[in-house]
C-alpha cells in the first residue's frame, strides 16, 4: 500500500535503520527512484545526514549525478531522492579514462568516508556516473593505490637484486631491532589505551571545542549546518555525545552553524499563494500579508520587505504586500430634504450612490417629501455607498362628515374617552342643541421598537379650544373613539408631539 513521505508517494520499503528508511518512491512528475529518509532527532542522524549531503555536493561539482536528485534540508523534511538511472556497470575498469574517472570520484570521496563498496556506479555515454550512493557506509578503499596522481589497479613492485652484504643487512638488523622495540611500546599502548570522556562542545566556537580536545588524540571532523536563528561559527551538535568514552583516533564529529545566506526573489506581479509557495521553496519564512489599493488585479503581490534581491539569512521571515484592487471613487452627498422621493432618488444615483431603505414617519408635510437623510448632506462617500431617507407619510384617518345629531337636552356634558381597539359611545341624550358625535378611527404607524405612541387630538368648535384625546397607544394598532363638537369643528392630530394630520368637520 503506498503512502506518501513529502511530496513524493512511497512505493516499497528497501531497507530501515535507527534514523535512516530507503524507499522506492515516485516523483510527483511521474519519476521512479529511491528516497533516502532521515529521521533527524539527534547528533547522530544530524552528523550522517549533512555528510551525506556534502558528499552529494562534492559529486555533483564533478558532473557525475543523475538529472533530477533533489535534496531537503528543512526541519521535519530532511530527505534525498535519487532518480532511477539505467545504465551498465562501470566495474570492473575497463579502460584508462574509465580508471582514471572512477579514481577522481573515490578521491572526492575519500574524505568523507565513503569508498568503493558504497557505490553503485554506471557507464553512460556521457562517462562514469554515479547511480547510488549508500548514506551509512563506512568501509576502507580496497584493491586501489595511489599513483602518479591517478588510480590504478594495484600491482607489485619489481626492483633489480643486491647480492647481500655487511651494508645490506646491518641496516636492517638496526631497523629490525628498533622495530621490535617500537611494535612492543606501541602494543602496550595499543592494547591498554587511555581513554577520554567526551566534553560538552555544544554552543562553543571551533577553536575553543579543538583545543578541549587536543590532548585526546581525536580525528575532529566538521559538517555544516544551516539554522538562521543561530550564531554563525557555533558547534551545534556532536557525534559522539557529550559524556561518551573514547580512545584515542576515535573521529568526533562536530556540527558546524553556517547560516546560508541567499537573496529574496522577485515576487511582485504574482498571485498571493503562488508567492507564498516560492517563499517557502526558496527557505524563507511568509510573514501576514499586508494590502492596499493599487491599479494592480485583487490579490496580486506588489512588493515584499525585505525588497526583491535584498540579502537575507535563509529561514528569516518575508512580509508581502498584495493589491486591493482600485481605490473606490469617491462622491459627496447633497442635500435631499424637501424633495420629493422621485427627486432625491435621482440626485442620488447621479452622485453614483445608490438608494439604501425608506423610512416613513407621520408628517404634514406631503406625502413622500424627504424629512431626513443618512449620511448627512457634504459627507464624502465611496461610490455606490447606500442612503437611507426618512419621508412624510399619513395614515388613514376615518371619520363622518357630520357626526351623529341629537335633541337638546340639559344634562351636563360627559368627558369624551378613547381607546385602543376599541369605541367609547358618548350617549345621544347628553348633546344639547346644535351639538353632535364625531366618531374617530386612527391607525397608528407600525415600530421597530416597543416604545408607544403619543396621540394627542386637539379640537376647536364653537365650544372653544380643547384637547378631547391625549393618551398613549401601541404602534400598529388603530385608535378609536367619539368627539362631541358643535357648529364647525377643526382637528389637529399630533402623534409623539409632531403634527400628523388636520382636517375640517362642517356642521349641517
Do not use: C
Not at 262 to 278: H, W
Not at 296 to 325: F, H, K, Y
Not at 395 to 424: D, N, R
Not at 461 to 475: L, M, S, V, W, Y
Amino acid at each position: 500500500m503506498s503512502d506518501r513521505r513529502g511530496p513524493y508517494e512511497t512505493l516499497q520499503r528497501e531497507r530501515q535503520d535507527d534514523f535512516l528508511t530507503v524507499w522506492t518512491a515516485r516523483h510527483p512528475a511521474g519519476r521512479r527512484g529511491r528516497l533516502y529518509w532521515f529521521e533527524v532527532r539527534g547528533p547522530e542522524a544530524r552528523a550522517a545526514f549533512f555528510r551525506f549531503r556534502k558528499a552529494l555536493k562534492a559529486l555533483a561539482s564533478l558532473g557525475v549525478l543523475p538529472e533530477g536528485l533533489e535534496i531537503s534540508a528543512k526541519p521535519g523534511a530532511y530527505y534525498v531522492f535519487w532518480p532511477k538511472f539505467d545504465a551498465p556497470s562501470a566495474l570492473p575498469a575497463k579502460g584508462r579514462k574509465v580508471m582514471r574517472e572512477v579514481g577522481r570520484i573515490l578521491e572526492t570521496l575519500r574524505p568523507l568516508g565513503y569508498a568503493l563498496p558504497d557505490l553503485d556506479l554506471r557507464l553512460a555515454e556521457e562517462g562514469v556516473r554515479v547511480a547510488a550512493l549508500d548514506p551509512l557506509g563506512e568501509h576502507d578503499e580496497i584493491e586501489v593505490e595511489r599513483l602518479g596522481g591517478r588510480f590504478l589497479k594495484a600491482v607489485p613492485a619489481t626492483r633489480p637484486r643486491r647480492r647481500p652484504g655487511l651494508a645490506t643487512w646491518l641496516p636492517g638488523l638496526l631497523m629490525a631491532v628498533l622495530g621490535m622495540w617500537l611494535l612492543t611500546t606501541g602494543s602496550a599502548r595499543y592494547l591498554n589505551p587511555p581513554e577520554f570522556t567526551v566534553p560538552d562542545l555544544r554552543g562553543k566556537d571551533p577553536r575553543t571545542a579543538l583545543e578541549q580536545v587536543r590532548e585526546m588524540g581525536l580525528k575532529v571532523v566538521f559538517t555544516l549546518a544551516s539554522e538562521p536563528d543561530r550564531p554563525r561559527d557555533l558547534v551545534l551538535e556532536q557525534n559522539p555525545p557529550p559524556g561518551t568514552r573514547v580512545k584515542p583516533g576515535r573521529t568526533l564529529e562536530l556540527v558546524l552553524n553556517r547560516p546560508r545566506d541567499g537573496s529574496v526573489p522577485d515576487l511582485s506581479g504574482k498571485p498571493l499563494s503562488e508567492a507564498q509557495q516560492e517563499l517557502q521553496n526558496a527557505g524563507y519564512l511568509p510573514g501576514p500579508p499586508a494590502a492596499g489599493h493599487s491599479t494592480e488585479p485583487e490579490g496580486i503581490v506588489l512588493a515584499s520587505a525585505p525588497p526583491a534581491e535584498a540579502p537575507l539569512p535563509q529561514g528569516s521571515s518575508v512580509r508581502l504586500l498584495t493589491s486591493d484592487g482600485p481605490a473606490p471613487k469617491k462622491t459627496v452627498l447633497p442635500d435631499l430634504t424637501g424633495l420629493s422621493l422621485e427627486d432625491a432618488e435621482y440626485l442620488v444615483s447621479v452622485a453614483e450612490l445608490r438608494l439604501g431603505e425608506v423610512q416613513t414617519l407621520p408628517s404634514p408635510q406631503p406625502e413622500g417629501t424627504v424629512l431626513a437623510q443618512s449620511p448627512p448632506a457634504g459627507v464624502t462617500l465611496d461610490a455606490g455607498s447606500p442612503v437611507v431617507l426618512t419621508v412624510a407619510g399619513r395614515a388613514e384617518v376615518l371619520l363622518p362628515e357630520q357626526g351623529f345629531m341629537a335633541p337638546p337636552i340639559t344634562e351636563e356634558e360627559p368627558t369624551p374617552e378613547a381607546t385602543s381597539g376599541g369605541s367609547a359611545a358618548t350617549p345621544t341624550s347628553d348633546l344639547t342643541p346644535g351639538e353632535r358625535i364625531v366618531p374617530i378611527r386612527v391607525p397608528l404607524p407600525a415600530r421597530g421598537s416597543q416604545a408607544p405612541v403619543h396621540v394627542r387630538l386637539v379640537v376647536s368648535d364653537e365650544n372653544g379650544k380643547r384637547t378631547p384625546i391625549d393618551t398613549f397607544a401601541q404602534g400598529g394598532t388603530t385608535l378609536e373613539g367619539s368627539v362631541r363638537v358643535k357648529g364647525d369643528a377643526h382637528f389637529q392630530l399630533f402623534l409623539d408631539g409632531f403634527p400628523y394630520q388636520e382636517w375640517t368637520s362642517r356642521a349641517p
